[in-house]
């Protein structure tokens, strides 16, 4: 059942180190260049953002976790309480399980009830989009209405479909799919990875689909081969693949400096700083979901100290490049080495750019 497989997924992830062994999410290839003379006051430091049409006190999402298991309703409503007060996004977890048994409904309900003015993304898999359109629409709108959604994820997990025991493999149509849905569907449409990334050329398929938000969340943080490696009976695949995917801040560069549309970072982001480096990349929000979870796990207090953290970590990163608000921090110098910089060199992206932007 879909329900049972929530819980495994958030005792793994409590319990287990799901993250990537040998890639990391390249942040630490990046480094922003000090300013030794920001003439800024830290105090005034601006993190607010309006890019998803409402005002957020910091570029920080907690991206999609969890739903559809009673022990995920407590966790929904910490986590709900929590961007209301500190005014951040959260994203709820895939609502599959809801849609198909609508008992499990008050377990993503509980976050509007808690949130009730925050951004709220809801969230569906490309799986359960494809095919006869009219199923599709209204099963995408049952997830918006559900939580009085101000945008809809719908999540790429090709890589954990393909380890799973009970995985969707057949992603023929997803493109044409998400189409409809954007055409469809009145609320803007966010497409989100959930760990491996997306390339340039995803990428711009996605723009030209007409999505109005991309979050990469990249390689780096958890590992979804990974997750699913505990609960296989067999662990070769798993294991084989657990470090499979494009870095956070490759795949970040890739899009933020090619597409229009809004970019969020996410995938191993685990600070401020990584926050920082992110938005100086190009991303407009970053996004975070393992270290919150923990939190969550622990409850509202932790989750109130870790984000309160999170945004004085940004400013002092700011402040050390000289930067008042996020749009100053987007062009702010920096240096890309290793492998960041040699994966983003072999794909043909000028990493120069970056160096010296003012
Ligand atoms: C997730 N993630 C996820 N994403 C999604 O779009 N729908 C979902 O239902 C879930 N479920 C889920 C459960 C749990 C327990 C975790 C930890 C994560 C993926 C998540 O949103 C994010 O993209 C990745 O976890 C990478 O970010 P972090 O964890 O490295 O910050």
Same mark, same amino acid.
């Given at each position: ?229 505990? #609960? ?37 982001? #685990? ?75 072999? #794909? ?7 160096? #010296?932007?003012?």
């Amino acid at each position: 059942m879909i329900s049972d497989r929530k819980l495994e997924h958030l005792l793994l992830c409590k319990h287990y180190d799901v993250q990537y062994k040998n890639k990391n999410s390249g942040f630490k290839d990046i480094e922003l260049v000090h300013n030794a003379l920001p003439e800024i006051n830290k105090e005034e430091i601006d993190i607010s953002t309006n890019v998803f049409g409402k005002k957020l006190e910091s570029p920080l999402l907690i991206t999609a976790i969890t739903g559809g298991h009673p022990s995920a309703f407590k966790i929904n409503k910490e986590l709900a309480i929590a961007a209301e007060s500190e005014k951040i996004g959260l994203g709820l977890g895939s609502q599959r399980a809801a849609i198909e048994n609508p008992e499990l409904s008050n377990t993503y309900e509980i976050a509007r009830e808690n949130a009730p003015n925050t951004l709220l993304i809801g969230n569906i898999g490309a799986p359960q989009i494809i095919g006869d359109s009219k199923n599709s629409k209204e099963f995408a709108q049952k997830a918006i209405d559900m939580i009085d959604a101000d945008i809809l994820a719908i999540h790429l997990n090709a890589l954990q479909e393909s380890i799973q025991p009970e995985g969707d493999v057949n992603a023929t149509g997803y493109v044409n799919s998400i189409e409809n849905i954007v055409e469809e569907i009145d609320v803007p449409i966010m497409v989100k990875e959930t760990g491996t990334g997306i390339a340039f050329e995803e990428g711009k398929t996605l723009e030209s689909a007409g999505v109005d938000f991309i979050d990469v969340a990249g390689a780096g943080g958890t590992s979804w081969a990974a997750v699913e490696t505990y #609960r296989a009976e067999d662990r070769y695949i798993g294991e084989l693949f657990w470090d499979w995917g494009i870095p956070t801040a490759v795949t970040t560069a890739e899009l933020s400096n090619s597409l229009d549309i809004p970019i969020i970072s996410s995938g191993g982001i #685990r600070s401020g700083l990584d926050a920082a480096k992110a938005i100086a990349l190009g991303a407009d929000a970053v996004g975070m979901a393992l270290p919150i979870l923990k939190e969550a796990f622990v409850g509202h207090d932790e989750i109130i100290k870790f984000i309160n953290i999170f945004n004085d970590s940004l400013k002092i990163a700011m402040f050390l490049v000289g930067a008042k608000n996020l749009e100053e921090l987007k062009n702010s110098n920096l240096i890309i080495k290793g492998d960041t910089k040699e994966w983003l060199v072999e #794909r043909e992206f000028n990493t120069k750019n970056y160096s #010296r932007r003012n």
